[in-house]
């Protein structure tokens, strides 16, 4: 990295975006974020990136509009600033789920964004564990999609009882947690699950055999937790040992997660640091930073 390139941190995840300048030895570029009363919001860039390729570290995480909006107006600013070139560092994409139309008279939101990203001047995305890979086909820009796995299997690796079979909650995370089992030589057991409400699931079906053996749940998000929470009932359920573990890339764990999460009985929740994670004082909750990861991809 050099003086042709210029890194700003949004103010949803200033931590990562510390986090990643470190690694890269560059200090952040300096601008401001400035609140209204009503509401509305500007962004000041405190340095010129007239013909410089500008990196703008914002995941699009709670509360998903303001950094959404922050984002697009980041963007903006650079473009009207002649930057050479935008690339949007959205380590959590918000509304990713809203990925398909599940009635008539919806919209597909996460299609709407990427056109906005697209809109405002931003010339590629740099993303990790999206909910969907096909969410890349939304983009007319190019979207690097980052994978946290490899970091999270490194990090919780150790602390996994022997015979741990890992288990995707829904047939959507089948993929990834494939990925998990080959890396951490585990066997894989599959759950189907039903959405009765915005904060509950219910497992219907179990493929695999997890009778006695101690699980790790993985997931892409934990928002609300009632996935998790009612996975590992559904485990206990199928005669699995208590040792029940969670890894999950995005850690947004919403007001009452964690109390959903602790009355479920998991061990261990590990996420990472895509999304400012709020339940740092939690013993159970292991956080492990993808500043690296990012700061690689930034470098290539
Ligand atoms: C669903 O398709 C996702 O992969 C997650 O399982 C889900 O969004 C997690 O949300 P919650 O914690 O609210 O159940």
């Given at each position: 990295m050099d003086e042709d390139c210029v890194v700003f941190a949004g103010t949803a995840n200033p931590a990562l975006a510390a986090g990643v300048a470190r690694e890269l030895g560059l200090p952040l570029g300096a601008c401001e974020v400035e609140r209204f009363p009503d509401g509305e919001l500007t962004v000041r860039l405190l340095e010129p990136v007239r013909r410089r390729a500008v990196f703008v570290i914002q995941p699009t995480a709670p509360p998903v509009n303001e950094h959404l909006v922050e984002l697009l107006a980041f963007a903006d600013a650079c473009r009207r600033a002649a930057a050479e070139r935008i690339t949007a560092v959205v380590p959590y994409f918000g509304y990713a789920r809203a990925d398909k139309r599940t009635g008539r008279r919806e919209p597909i939101t996460a299609s709407l964004v990427a056109d906005l990203f697209q809109a405002a001047g931003i010339d590629q995305v740099i993303t990790v564990d999206l909910h969907t890979p096909q969410l890349e086909g939304f983009f007319h820009v190019p979207v690097d999609s980052l994978s946290a796995v490899p970091l999270l299997c490194a990090a919780l690796r150790d602390s996994l009882a022997p015979g741990t079979v890992v288990v995707a909650p829904?047939?959507?995370?089948v993929r990834m947690a494939t990925e998990y089992a080959q890396r951490l030589r585990a066997s894989l057991v599959v759950l189907h699950k039903r959405r009765t409400s915005a904060t509950a699931t219910e497992v219907t079906h179990l493929v695999g055999d997890v009778r006695d053996r101690p699980c790790l749940l993985v997931d892409d998000m934990i928002t609300t937790g009632g996935t998790l929470a009612s996975s590992v009932a559904a485990l206990r359920g199928a005669g699995a040992a208590a040792d029940v573990r969670a890894a999950a890339t995005h850690g947004l764990l919403l007001p009452g997660a964690r109390e959903r999460l602790i009355q479920a009985g998991l061990q261990e929740v590990w996420v990472t640091d895509t999304v400012r994670v709020p339940e740092i004082d939690w013993p159970a909750l292991h956080v492990v930073s993808i500043a690296s990861l990012l700061a690689e991809a930034l470098r290539r």
């Open positions: 829904d047939a959507g995370r």
